[in-house]
């Protein structure tokens, strides 16, 4: 998972700005780029595809 931040940092984006974008909370976001809760395939998808067009 910190290859979620890695990405997102690369990006110069912040936790609520991908939380925004795969409809989660900041909270939740954090959460999963400290592998303490597993990202569901929904989100999965929309992150991947965002990562691609970036």
């Known amino acids: 998972m910190n ?3 890695d ?3 690369d990006r110069d984006l912040k936790q609520k ?3 925004k974008i ?3 909370s900041q ?3 954090s959460y999963y780029e ?3 809760r597993e990202i ?3 989100s ?3 992150l991947a595809n965002f990562i691609i067009q970036a």
């Open 3 to 5: 290859r979620l931040k």
């Open 7 to 9: 990405l997102r940092e």
């Open 17 to 19: 700005d991908i939380a």
């Open 22 to 24: 795969i409809n989660v």
């Open 27 to 29: 909270v939740a976001y």
């Open 34 to 36: 400290l592998e303490k």
């Open 40 to 42: 569901d395939l929904t």
């Open 44 to 46: 999965l998808k929309i």
